[in-house]
């Protein structure tokens, strides 16, 4: 077995930069079929197997890049004593879900939902080793198995006031059979939101792109009224990075 470099994707590329020691079959099954929890299973059970040392895996970025993002907008959310609640969608075994726990002063109850019950097996295991502790007291931190496509299951509607999604609809876009996921993920999303939420979508996909799908979808399939932004994130490693911010407006429709 080789170290693997896939810019496959697209032009900039998923995969960009990120050097995975795994087989090439595993690399191929990836591009295709990253809408499939079978290949998550086996991409994060072969990943970890070859390791005695955990070390997360982060898709495009770590939790440093976007915090001047993701922090500001927990501050402005934080209006009573009850946490804030943020879901890391398709966490994977990403920090970013453990690093807004440490380093949020206001309380927040962060969910790390990943549809790989492997992911959410190793990020258990590893918090519970490395002893993480909350930058504040009333914080809490779980890890749960969920399909993002059916987030009703576990969030009620307008319960929750993040959601960030740090390239789990690329996956999907980029997936053969994974565009009709991505609608019913950003349906749901914008169902469990509340009107005053956000969801995050960091992502490589070019703008003209990304907030054409948005607007089309979030407006006109269903007819939800949200406002969508656009700020960059900035260059890493060669590529381009977005934040695409989307926030319900009063009276959605479910």
Avoid at 186 to 207: A, M, T
Avoid at 223 to 238: K, P, S
């Amino acid at each position: 077995m080789t170290p693997l470099l896939s810019k496959t994707l697209t032009s900039r590329g998923i995969f960009s930069a990120i050097y995975v020691r795994l087989h090439s079959s595993l690399t191929s099954e990836l591009i295709e079929n990253m809408d499939k929890k079978a290949t998550w299973d086996r991409f994060y059970s072969e990943s970890s197997s070859r390791t005695t040392t955990f070390k997360n895996f982060e898709w495009f970025f770590g939790f440093e890049t976007v915090q001047n993002f993701i922090m500001p907008i927990l501050q402005t959310m934080s209006s009573t004593e009850a946490p804030v609640q943020v879901l890391d969608m398709g966490c994977g075994t990403s920090a970013l879900g453990p690093s807004i726990y440490q380093h949020c002063s206001v309380p927040v109850r962060v969910t790390c939902a990943d549809i790989s019950p492997v992911a959410v097996q190793l990020m258990q295991e590893h918090v519970l080793a490395k002893a993480i502790h909350p930058r504040n007291s009333f914080s809490q931190l779980d890890f749960v198995e969920l399909d993002c496509t059916q987030l009703h299951k576990h969030f009620g509607p307008c319960s929750v006031d993040l959601i960030v999604d740090k390239g789990t609809t690329d996956a999907l876009l980029r997936s053969k059979e994974g565009r009709g996921k991505a609608r019913l993920v950003l349906k749901q999303c914008l169902k469990v939101l509340r009107h005053s939420g956000s969801l995050l979508q960091f992502s490589d996909e070019d703008p003209d792109a990304r907030l054409l799908w948005l607007e089309t979808e979030a407006r006109e399939r269903w007819a939800m009224a949200v406002n969508v932004g656009l700020q960059e994130v900035g260059e890493v490693r060669g590529v381009c990075y977005y934040c695409y911010q989307l926030t319900p407006r009063l009276n959605v429709q479910h």
